[in-house]
């Protein structure tokens, strides 16, 4: 079935972890930890040095079930599937051969060992993929539910089970070494201690067992009052320190030798599911399925614990999402767990809360060590907000289920504000009518004014920035109904209310000298209950949603209704407009998201998702539409397809069935999940093959020096080598020292004596006393043994001339080509200027042909162009007069002239298409 036409999944935001337990292991290239959490069908990897998202897994078939790593490979666990991935983006292995989702993964040495929910145990070789050992143990005897490999006990392990009994497996030898007393209690937790032969046991009941299990005797056993224990870690870094986790959030930090509580914390909302503590350091890491990631620091005056960094969603559903200001870059969400959150598309570090919704902001503070908030509002069902103020007082407005109070937050100060608006008939004080609550609200476009809808059919206006009442409308209320929706213009002229009555009232916004406006301006009967009311300010488009699935567009300036759009199958919970008010964009309790063209009154495009879709929101550069989804806590990103490739619309039938779309992922749109999907269809065979493929990968293969004779290739030696060469008079001007050197005085003249009481001179240096090689001093002294030099011994050209006197006779100038590219500009530069045999020059007019010739070939070949240039500009700098003045050096020129002018045309007519084809289709019009 076809997808959609304008809306392609782009990714999610907002999944930190699950209920899956995170890994942590030390990287020693990065010289950190690494963090590996779960995220339905896929893993995030965070760094702990700055808890940034370093990468995402790959999209698995199924949701992931357990995690684990080694040296080499991270594990993860899809149903009854293994997989093994390097870099957590390239497949390596795949194990499979479970019937049964896997819940337990413990990599042991070159074996990892897996084992599924029918406690059936496997041992695979990592390497080949191959299994090794395979032991089935009886559900209902021994259900393995926990699992570790005692440090310095060669070929075995520990499980634990169900039933809360112990056994120790020899896997070499496939054999029971020895069973222990059972517990009585689930074994939830297997963790090896510090210290040899002791293994800490978390069980179902709170109790905490430290065994010593060469011995089977119980080192220490403590009990913790808040429930399973979940989760238990060590410090090792010099502290003898045990903490851990209940399935009400606490962390208890245990002081081994004193055997006492140190200190308790409320870290989370749910159950720990996730602790460790990093090596050698005073750094706990917590994960909870409340969709967070914590550190704590212990730094504390008293040896506590302290947030250090966290990662964090929402903790259940979102109920509104909204973009927030022009950029699109922040998007902000309420969630079922009362708190307020900004999401960036940009980056996930810029993602923060605003905290959660609390009747006493200082008290709940103080209350953190609670497990429970007394102070905490219910959770936030709707809110509105606006830019233009952000900066001065609190930007946005919230409604809450089931409460007549409405709360400010501040977007600037990324918290809940200090105000609580309640109008005057509703204040404990004077209230009759406690089922009262405040159903709808809108904030006006200049960030001063809130208008609040009651479900009794009041309506009032509020100052945001004191919180101070200032309008009434209607006399002795608005509506007879529900309150619904609420609406205002951009130049506060006009409150446009719609209730459950199915009246849509429009009221002047102030009147004068009064602070009741008692009749509206005009009333318009929709005939059926009002569901919604959602505006697009800058085209003065109201669209009201009714209890019968349809939708209505009504202008506000000329009070009619311009469109109706029918197609829905339930209710409507949300609407949207696009930046353009070309589109409208509506969700309903059917799972389906329709897109409706206005000036056409045309259904353009629809689609269908697993969960009903209960908010949503274009982006204001119109790339993005977010939505939230019942069941999921995240949210989702859909790319606007019109704006990144030509697509063609055309009208549907409302009625048609629309394609359903899977939501989208953290990692974006994955081609692969497809391709592994076929793979998993087709068997081993082709996985074999693949992964055989991937192993002959040669990870040493080096590109040629050049890929085409047709292409021009440069150099990859850094600009500085060649760029200033023409230039290194002026460079050498420059940095010239202001005082000139002063001449070192002059050391004197020493002659060779011997030592002793008389003075007498040492002739023992002569050419008969050396020793050594007599043919190698004849080639530094001259034939009579003195130090002159023979002139006729000399060579004067240098290593680069000698070079090119060679490559006359050879016509390879690769070498001298090469040699010249090691030196440094001011070498290069020397060994061009003494090509010459004047001007104190060591070279001849032969050599400095061989350097014209190499110049030739360099632009023959087309490679070094850059250099070759380069090394050309020099040459005729220095010795232009000597080449022009010399014929058979100025024969070579037109050849080098030919030479350049054919490599420069195929990179220009390149260039020139290219501009051509630009330029074409800039001036293009449809």
Not at 94 to 119: C, K, M, N, W
Not at 446 to 468: D, L, M, P
Not at 608 to 637: E, K, W
Request: net charge neutral; hydrophobic share 40%; charged share 20%.
């Amino acid at each position: 079935m076809r997808g959609s036409h304008l809306f392609q999944p782009n990714r999610a935001l907002g999944y930190v972890s699950n209920h899956v337990p995170p890994n942590v292991r030390y990287i020693d290239q990065r010289r950190e930890s690494i963090i590996v959490t779960c995220v339905g069908r896929t893993f995030h990897v965070y760094g702990s040095n700055s808890f940034r998202l370093i990468r995402a897994g790959r999209i698995h078939q199924e949701n992931l079930t357990a995690l684990a790593s080694d040296g080499f490979l991270t594990y993860a666990a899809a149903g009854s599937v293994i997989y093994g991935w390097r870099s957590s983006v390239e497949l390596r292995k795949v194990y499979r051969g479970h019937t049964a989702p896997v819940h337990l993964l413990l990599p042991f040495a070159q074996h990892l060992i897996s084992i599924d929910e029918s406690s059936l145990l496997k041992v695979w070789i990592v390497a080949t993929a191959g299994l090794y050992l395979e032991i089935p143990f009886a559900k209902d005897e021994f259900a393995i539910s926990a699992i570790v490999h005692p440090a310095s006990y060669k070929n075995k392990i520990l499980l634990g089970s169900g039933q809360g009994g112990l056994q120790l497996w020899n896997l070499k030898s496939s054999k029971l070494v020895h069973k222990f007393e059972s517990f009585d209690s689930k074994v939830l937790q297997l963790v090896q201690a510090p210290a040899i032969d002791v293994i800490a046991i978390g069980l179902h009941n709170g109790r905490i067992v430290l065994l010593n299990i060469k011995y089977g005797e119980k080192v220490l056993e403590v009990h913790q009052d808040w429930g399973p224990v979940t989760g238990i870690s060590f410090r090792t870094d010099g502290y003898s320190v045990m903490a851990s986790g209940s399935s009400n959030g606490q962390i208890v930090f245990w002081d081994l030798e004193e055997k006492t509580i140190l200190s308790t914390l409320t870290a989370h909302d749910d159950s720990v599911t996730g602790l460790e503590f990093l090596p050698n350091e005073p750094l706990l890491i917590s994960s909870s399925p409340d969709n967070s990631l914590k550190m704590w620091i212990f730094d504390m005056p008293d040896g506590g614990a302290r947030l250090l960094r966290y990662r964090e969603g929402h903790a259940a559903s979102p109920t509104c999402v909204r973009y927030h200001g022009a950029s699109g870059r922040n998007i902000l969400s309420s969630g079922e767990d009362a708190s307020l959150r900004i999401f960036s598309t940009a980056s996930e570090t810029l993602n923060c809360s605003l905290g959660k919704a609390s009747y006493n902001r200082k008290a709940s503070k103080k209350s953190k060590k609670k497990a429970e908030d007394p102070f905490r509002m219910p959770a936030i069902s709707y809110f509105t907000s606006e830019t233009t103020r952000d900066k001065e007082w609190d930007s946005i407005a919230a409604l809450h289920h089931g409460l007549v109070q409405v709360t400010t937050w501040s977007f600037d100060k990324r918290r809940m504000g200090e105000l609580v608006l309640v109008p005057e008939q509703f204040q404990n004080k004077s209230r009759t009518d406690f089922s009262v609550t405040a159903t709808c609200l809108c904030l006006t476009h200049c960030g001063n004014f809130v208008t609040i809808g009651y479900s009794s059919g009041h309506v009032e206006r509020f100052n945001i920035q004191s919180g101070a009442h200032r309008a009434t409308y209607g006399a002795p209320k608005a509506h007879k109904e529900h309150v619904r929706g609420l609406a205002s213009d951009n130049l506060n002229q006009m409150i446009v209310s719609g209730a459950a009555d199915g009246l849509l009232k429009f009221w002047r916004f102030k009147e004068a000298y009064a602070t009741i406006v008692k009749t509206p301006l005009d009333t318009m009967n929709l005939e059926e209950p009002i569901t919604l009311l959602r505006t697009h300010r800058e085209s003065a488009m109201i669209c009201a949603a009714l209890d019968n699935f349809s939708v209505l567009l009504v202008d506000m300036d000329t009070r009619v209704v311009v469109r109706r759009f029918e197609g829905h199958r339930g209710m409507v919970t949300d609407v949207c407009f696009s930046p353009d008010s070309r589109w409208l964009v509506t969700a309903a309790q059917d799972c389906t998201i329709k897109v409706w063209d206005i000036p056409s009154a045309y259904l353009i495009d629809h689609f269908r998702v697993a969960q009903m879709c209960t908010s949503l929101s274009m982006s204001p550069t119109g790339d993005f539409l977010a939505t939230a989804h019942v069941d999921y806590r995240g949210i989702n990103l859909w790319a606007n397809k019109s704006l990144f490739s030509h697509v063609t619309l055309r009208g549907l039938k409302p009625d048609s069935e629309a394609p359903l779309l899977d939501l989208p992922t953290t990692v974006g749109e994955e081609p692969d999940s497809a391709w592994m999907k076929d793979t998993a269809e087709n068997g081993d065979e082709e996985m074999e093959d693949l992964e055989g493929e991937l192993e002959r990968i040669n990870l040493d293969y080096r590109s040629p020096p050049q890929l085409s004779s047709e292409l021009i290739t440069l150099s990859d030696l850094a600009a500085s080598r060649w760029q200033n060469l023409l230039n290194l008079d002026i460079i050498k001007k420059r940095n010239r020292p202001r005082q000139a050197p002063q001449k070192p005085q002059s050391a004197p003249f020493f002659l060779p004596t011997v030592a002793g009481l008389d003075l007498e001179f040492d002739l023992s240096r002569t050419p008969d006393a050396r020793t050594g090689d007599e043919q190698q001093q004849r080639q530094v002294l001259g034939s009579d043994g003195s130090h002159i030099i023979e002139t006729k011994q000399l060579d004067h050209l240098t290593d680069f001339g000698k070079l090119l006197k060679a490559a006359l006779v050879t016509d390879e100038y690769e070498k001298a080509v090469l040699h010249l590219m090691k030196l440094g500009p001011t070498m290069i530069d020397y060994e061009i200027r003494h090509l010459t045999p004047f001007d104190g020059g060591n070279g001849c007019l032969s050599v400095m042909g061989a350097f014209m010739r190499m110049i030739i070939g360099m632009f023959s070949a087309r490679r070094e162009f850059e250099l070759a240039q380069s090394y050309l500009s020099v040459f005729l700098k220095q010795h232009g007069r000597t080449v022009v003045e010399n014929e058979q050096l100025s024969e070579l020129l037109p050849e080098i002239e030919r030479a350049q002018a054919e490599g420069w045309s195929v990179l220009e007519d390149k260039l020139l298409y290219g501009l051509g084809v630009v330029s074409n289709l800039r001036n293009y019009s449809a």
